[in-house]
């Protein structure tokens, strides 16, 4: 799981230096390759997206404190199963809620 964590803190870090001051930026991330490093591909997201990745995407948002990012967005292949992370650190027109969100993911 180290190496899937791993590979997804670079990626967010890549992805945060695109950042569009004070707007709603969505960092989206595809995990369907995930599977090679020991995760099983066509579980529905809602188990597929295990609490500690969750759980470090959380932390990295702390971390970073961000006040453009407004959420990260994982899914495995379908992006209508996508799960949501807010940015608790967002902030002017980059924040905004879960319902706003879903309602561009879905």
Request: glycine share 4%.
């Amino acid at each position: 799981m180290m190496i899937v964590i791993n590979h997804v803190e670079r990626k967010l870090r890549e992805e945060l230096k695109q950042m569009q001051p004070n707007e709603i930026n969505l960092i989206v991330l595809r995990a369907s390759n995930w599977a090679i490093v020991g995760y099983e591909k066509g579980k529905p997201e809602t188990v597929f997206f295990f609490p500690e990745l969750r759980k470090r995407i959380g932390q990295f948002m702390t971390q970073e404190q961000n006040p453009d990012l407004t959420a990260v967005v994982v899914y495995e292949s379908n992006f209508a199963n996508a799960q949501i992370i807010l940015n608790s650190s967002a902030s002017g027109r980059s924040k905004t809620d879960y319902e706003f969100v879903e309602r561009i993911v879905r």
